[in-house]
């Protein structure tokens, strides 16, 4: 067992690490005092913000994946999924997420491979 590095709860099992600090949820994985993205993730993202998500049993959608934890602003990317009996069936786009609270989040969509601000 180990300790939340954000909130210092205990820690049974995680999926959330970033090198040896482990989180308990996804709202400490991102939790920053910065209020916002930096200015290396809004260059590389849209001002498209990240959808609603909704589930059920029988279907409904959901950000999935934790990548690239940004060391300034601790936003991660994550990918908008419509799921059919909790199985994703497809895969949308990236968005780049800071949550807010435990299940409120800001997002951007991140810009295509190969696309430049001007």
Same mark, same amino acid.
């Given at each position: 067992?180990?300790?939340? $590095?954000?909130?210092?709860?205990?820690?049974?099992?995680?999926?959330?690490?970033?090198?040896?600090?482990? /989180?308990?949820?996804?709202?400490?994985?991102?939790?920053?005092?910065?209020?916002?993205?930096?200015?290396?993730?809004?260059?590389?993202?849209?001002?498209?913000?990240?959808?609603?998500?909704?589930?059920?049993?029988?279907?409904?959608?959901?950000?999935?994946?934790?990548?690239?934890?940004?060391?300034?602003?601790?936003?991660?990317?994550?990918?908008?999924?419509?799921?059919?009996?909790?199985?994703?069936?497809?895969?949308?786009?990236?968005?780049?997420?800071?949550?807010?609270?435990?299940?409120? /989040?800001?997002?951007?969509?991140?810009?295509? $491979?190969?696309?430049?601000?001007?």
């Amino acid at each position: 067992m180990s300790r939340c $590095a954000v909130c210092n709860k205990w820690i049974l099992w995680s999926s959330y690490r970033d090198g040896e600090s482990q /989180y308990c949820s996804v709202f400490c994985l991102t939790y920053s005092g910065m209020p916002g993205f930096c200015e290396r993730c809004v260059a590389e993202t849209e001002d498209v913000p990240a959808p609603d998500t909704t589930f059920s049993t029988f279907g409904g959608s959901r950000l999935l994946g934790k990548q690239d934890r940004c060391p300034v602003c601790h936003s991660v990317v994550r990918r908008h999924v419509y799921l059919a009996l909790v199985i994703p069936i497809w895969w949308r786009t990236r968005y780049r997420v800071i949550y807010t609270s435990r299940d409120r /989040y800001v997002g951007r969509r991140l810009r295509a $491979a190969g696309t430049t601000v001007r």
